[in-house]
T-cell receptor
Framework: GESVGLHLPTLSVQEGDNSIINCAYS??????FIWYKQESGKGPQFIID?????DKRQGQRVTVLLNKTVKHLSLQIAATQPGDSAVYFC????????????FGKGTLLTVNP | NAGVTQTPKFQVLKTGQSMTLQCAQD?????MYWYRQDPGMGLRLIYY???????DKGEVPNGYNVSRLNKREFSLRLESAAPSQTSVYFC??????????????FGSGTRLTVV
């Protein structure tokens, strides 16, 4: 089965609200975790990543939290905008220096104006 | 600087036909990857090339072959297409030496239908 999974397949929020997308992983040896955004008809676009020796990393309007104890990853999007509507994937690097990524199934985020 | 370019963008094949998906990157990246994406699923790794001259199997290699033609180009070949290979195919590339995966760049995909 999938080693990386998502708790919620869909998420609908109001414009301006904060969004939280969750992800579970099972490979304790994974050393990098990445969140990607994928808009319809396009390839995945890097959002933010975090190394396994970190608990939190912030970017512009996005924050990734890593809880290694329960093997959980989350993406927080502040002040969600209509342009944030997309499918969000978490991925883990379990391939060491070869960086072979294992992806979760994705969460569809819909932002209502 | 186009990033990762995939051709064609769309393709319809009949069962048993062969074809090659092309991928080229102009970022001087060392490693290249081929993934497939099926409805309701995340991307799954088919093959990868850690460096020019090397290729290795990923999670779902059966039915595919690859060629790392040079540092820029990494092609994926379907010798005898099957309906189960209907999918969207993504090529990606990555430069060595980065401490993050921010440089892991994907192309826009090839949508393949096998009838």
């Amino acid at each position: 089965g999938e080693s990386v999974g998502l708790h919620l397949p869909t998420l609908s929020v109001q414009e301006g609200d904060n969004s939280i997308i969750n992800c579970a992983y099972s490979n304790s040896a994974s050393d990098y975790f990445i969140w990607y955004k994928q808009e319809s008809g396009k390839g995945p676009q890097f959002i933010i990543d975090i190394r396994s020796n970190m608990d939190k990393r912030q970017g512009q309007r996005v924050t990734v939290l890593l809880n290694k104890t329960v093997k959980h990853l989350s993406l927080q999007i502040a002040a969600t905008q209509p342009g944030d509507s997309a499918v969000y994937f978490c991925a883990e690097n379990s391939g060491g220096s070869n960086y072979k990524l294992t992806f979760g199934k994705g969460t569809l985020l819909t932002v209502n104006p | 600087n186009a990033g990762v370019t995939q051709t064609p963008k769309f393709q319809v094949l009949k069962t048993g036909q062969s074809m090659t998906l092309q991928c080229a990157q102009d970022m001087n990246h060392n490693s290249m990857y081929w993934y497939r994406q099926d409805p309701g699923m995340g991307l799954r790794l088919i093959y990868y090339s850690a460096s020019e001259g090397t290729t290795d199997k990923g999670e779902v290699p059966n039915g595919y072959n690859v060629s790392r033609l040079n540092k820029r180009e990494f092609s994926l070949r379907l010798e005898s297409a099957a309906p189960s290979q209907t999918s969207v195919y993504f090529c990606a590339s990555r430069i060595w030496g980065r401490h993050t995966l921010e440089g892991y760049t994907f192309g826009s995909g090839t949508r393949l239908t096998v009838v």
